[in-house]
């Protein structure tokens, strides 16, 4: 459960990107956040995993005050929740299992970090998340051989491999064309309805986000201005 109490979120500029947000979102849903750019979509999924901290009013997420994490807390706290970027963000010039394997990174002891050498569980758990987004036959085929949907596939092969109540999505289709585009959506709605993950996506595809979300919330200026039900909300607005 994520919940936004009375949350604002000022940069230090003086911009005011969040206002008085009050949110509630249960475990396993689906929720697209739409608005225009620079409403502050960013910036409220980021404050959900700490990339950015929040200025006012109270963000929990299940029984953790996200503000008052510390340090390690953060790190251990980050590893619960998956983030896909617009951008991919994977080494493009080495494999897409050795991508996947990254996110076990943190768990390794310190000489293994320089080695590099993980164990047979985390290379199973990173072949059944390729397995799950429908590439492993690509496992040992370097990224930049991929296209932008099978990249984007990656990502999330990576984020699913340090198993995650929740992903976040900024614009994670931004950059795919149409018919690449529903494929990674549908393994966004795949993984949400069979791993009851939660996803929260920033999306400007209002079409998308009615289509593949359960909720939609819609951010103007800082503030929520719309928050439903996708299967209730006319496709006019
Ligand atoms: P969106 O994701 O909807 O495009 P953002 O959350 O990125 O919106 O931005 C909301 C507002 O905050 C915008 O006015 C943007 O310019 C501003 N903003 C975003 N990031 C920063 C930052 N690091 N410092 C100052 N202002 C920022
Ligand atoms: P995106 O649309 O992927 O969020 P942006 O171009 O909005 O990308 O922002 C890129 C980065 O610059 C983000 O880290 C954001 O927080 C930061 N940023 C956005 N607007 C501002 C701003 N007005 N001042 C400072 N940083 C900003």
Known sequence: MIEFIHVDKTYANGTAALRDINLRIEQGEFVAVIGLSGAGKSTLIRCINR???????TLMVDDVD???????????????IGMIFQSFNLV???TVLKNVLVSFVPELPYWRKWTGIYTREQKIKALEALDKVGILDKSFVRVDQLSGGQQQRVALARTLAQSPDIILADEPIASLDPVTARVVMDDFKNINKAMSISVIMNIH???MALEY???????????????GE???VTPEI
Request: proline share 0%; hydrophobic share 35%.
């Open 213 to 227: 979300a359960d909720r939609i919330i819609g951010i103007s200026q800082g503030e929520v201005v719309f928050d």
């Open 230 to 232: 996708a299967s209730k």
């Open 205 to 207: 595809h209002v079409d």
């Open 66 to 80: 996200v503000a008052k994490l510390k340090g390690r807390e953060i790190r251990r706290f980050r590893r619960r």
């Open 51 to 57: 990339m950015h901290e929040i200025t006012g009013g």
């Open 92 to 94: 493009t010039r080495t």
